[in-house]
């Protein structure tokens, strides 16, 4: 048990191990810097959030999420607009062009460089198109509706927080808004072509002239800006050309910077919650706990499980997805099997209702809703239903295969007695005619059958068992048959 609880300790700080690169001495940098390069996934949420935790500690006051994505997962890049938001420094999203980088922050990205307080966006970079899809059977389509709408919100939600005009935030989700240019007294903005008219009355109403410009984005298509766009329309903070250029814009002339790396942990976390080896885990850790419950004293099979069930429930608890409730259902689980197992014959209730709890806990830690109410989130159910659903069924392959294969095995042989004892060499409970007489002879029930226990036979105390059934301590039985030394009866 030492040594179990040992190894659950080491996973446990294995995962919570930081990993970043300073490039000065100085104990709280000037300059935090975050990568956030390739697909947005659940992974990345937890490295962005150990990232914020480390800026937090370190006590810097600027923080800099240098982007380079074509997208990702909607749920994750709404966690990751929701961390970087709840950011106690300055934020500034930095979309660099180098040969290391695509020079894009489309679809998701988009979304979390809003969620920044200023955006700088190098030369030949790009940045937009960041209306939710997901993939189907017949390819990339749309989101639903109610899963726009609620992109929609939150990008109008973060440009109005932090200062960017909301119609070009809006028109990036929304193909319906056609945006325009419009002066008024020779100031440049953009807004939706419905607002027009309000806006030109609001304008007279003050005295103020407003003359209609080039329309940006035309209705049916999706707003990407350049980022020469972005600094005509005053959306970005700057177009500098390198690292040095963009710390001067933020006023730092040689600041002292520390870059947040990829860990271990990340790479674990991103390998362990992928659904192929999701399936795996579970696979293995259920035929183990199986091979486990129905050994007797505790082995190798247990150790596995719970190494395994630690892995899994500790990666995705990670990413926010494992609270008291899914611990709770696996437990109570665990128990019910255990009940099923040792207290009530055959499988039953108890038996299936461990089953279901342990495999509902397993797909709640997967996911961060109960009930979906989204397009993607329906998506991630079905990823995950999949995911647990082979997980189980190579289980019980995996069970049934060992079982079978097992003692066909040469150098296990010795773990196993294949020897049996037989009639003709001497060995017997009981002879033939002995047999023949005990059955339909009468007696009571001393103890309890569940379903063995004991009987009292023509004055004899004997070992019987029932076909099944529960017989309280003094049920008349009859004995129905007799094999070897086994004696069945039946209450009557």
Known sequence: MKKIILICFIILLLFSTTAFTKDSTSESPDVFIIPIDGLIDRSLTVFIRRGLEQAD??????????????????????????????????????????????????????????????????????????????????????????????VRAQMAALAEKNGYPR?????????????????????????????????????????????????????????????????????????????????????FENPSTAEFETSIPDKLIAVVTGSSLTAILIMLGLGALYMEITSPGFGIPG?????????????????????????????????????????????????????????????????????PEFTWQWDILQANLMSIGFGILGSIVLIAVFFNVFPRIGVFNRLILNSSQQKTDGFAMQNDPADMNLVGKT??????????GKANIDGGIMAVETDGDFLDAGTKVVIL??????????GL
């Open 57 to 150: 500690s370190l006590g810097t006051d600027m923080i800099i999420f240098e982007i380079n994505t074509f997208g990702g997962l909607v749920e994750s890049a709404l966690q990751i607009a929701t961390l970087i938001g709840s950011a106690e420094q300055h934020t500034a999203a930095y979309i660099p062009a180098n040969p290391e980088t695509t020079g894009v922050s489309w679809s998701a990205g988009a979304l979390i460089s809003f969620a920044c307080n200023q955006i700088f966006m190098s030369p030949g970079t790009s940045i937009g198109a960041a209306a939710p899809v997901y993939t189907s059977t017949e390819g990339t389509v749309l989101a639903d509706e109610k899963t726009i709408s609620a």
């Open 167 to 251: 119609a070009a935030a809006l028109a990036m989700v929304d193909s319906d808004i056609e945006l325009i240019e419009v002066y008024i007294d020779d100031e440049l903005r953009l807004i939706d072509s419905a607002d027009l008219e309000a806006v030109e009355n609001e304008a007279s109403a003050d005295g103020q002239e407003v003359r209609k410009g080039r329309t940006v984005s035309k209705e049916g298509k999706l707003l990407t800006f350049t980022a020469l766009d972005m600094e005509k329309y005053g959306i970005s903070s700057g177009t500098p050309e390198s690292r040095k250029q963009l710390f001067e814009m933020l006023g």
């Open 303 to 371: 150790t596995l499980a719970i190494i395994i069930f630690t892995v899994i429930f500790v990666s995705n608890s990670m990413l926010g997805y494992v609270g008291s409730l899914e611990i709770l259902l696996f437990l109570v689980g665990i128990i019910l099997l255990l009940v099923e197992i040792f207290l009530i014959p055959g499988f039953g209730a108890a038996g299936i209702s461990g089953f279901l709890l342990i495999a509902a806990s397993l797909l709640l830690s997967q996911q961060d809703f109960i009930v």
């Open 443 to 452: 007696g009571i029930a001393v103890t309890t059958l569940r379903p063995s």
């Open 481 to 490: 048959e007799v094999n070897s030394n086994r004696i069945v009866v039946r």
